[in-house]
């Protein structure tokens, strides 16, 4: 049950994000200060004003890039959960994580951070078998 | 006192991955299949014994990078936190989130994600303003 809570909580960031729903991303985060965010190849920012003003210009941006979220899989630790999945950005993978605090009951983001993967694709591409190791 | 004891085990993370010390890392993360990693350029990898391998695979290694920890900030939310930072591997800068649960007494690691910010570097290097903005 918990685990189906956080995996649609999930759900509904990607789909406020697909669709540039600002008020929908708004209330899908945790309204305090202690949130956070590293957005693909920039520092961490912190703060309730600071995240939701990044994800206002993400959202607002008309030539922002399409997102699709796969594989997500869903880790429940008491009020604290996180889901890792793989999103697809204009065709390109990043490996992302979504951490969730159960506020009430809902679970609320206080955390997103999403790292290009993008060598994975193109090895993806020279070799079918992909790779062997994941640690370099 | 929290956010202290969180920075120390942040620092205790960057010293055992320096002196590539198998053993303190292993006591460092939670001992528990949920604990989950991100190392930067390759997907999510989850469980206990993947994520110590793969811990184990990049200390062992004799050429593994030099790494530092900079700027380091706790966020504490009950008996979970997370340090954001700076790690400068090899020079390069990495935005990097690591994520703590109270067990007992001790702050023990249950997730790792290090994403690279290399762009940010160069640009610093173009521009001696660095960037106006954080998200595009």
Redesign the interface.
């Known amino acids: 049950m918990s685990k189906s809570a956080i995996i649609a909580a999930n759900a509904a960031f990607y789909a406020a994000f697909a669709t540039g729903d600002v008020a929908a991303m708004e209330r899908l985060w945790a309204d305090e200060d ?1 949130i ?1 965010c ?9 703060g309730r004003a600071t995240v939701m003003g ?1 994800w206002r ?2 959202l607002e941006n008309p030539n922002r890039p399409q997102i699709a979220c796969a594989e997500p ?1 869903a ?1 429940v ?4 959960g ?1 889901v ?1 999945c ?1 999103e697809i950005v204009d065709g390109t ?1 990043l ?1 992302a ?1 979504n ?1 969730f ?1 159960r506020i009430g009951n809902a679970w609320l983001l ?2 997103h ?8 694709v193109e090895q993806a591409h020279d070799d079918p078998t992909g790779p062997s ?3 370099h």
Do not use: F, Y
Not at 38 to 46: F, K, L, N
Not at 77 to 80: C, H, M
């Open positions: 202690g956070s590293i957005h693909p190849g920039w520092p961490g920012i912190i990044s210009d993400i899989h880790i630790e008491g009020d604290s996180r890792l793989i993978a490996a994580t951490h605090r206080v955390h951070q999403s790292s290009p993967i993008a060598q994975i190791r994941r640690i």
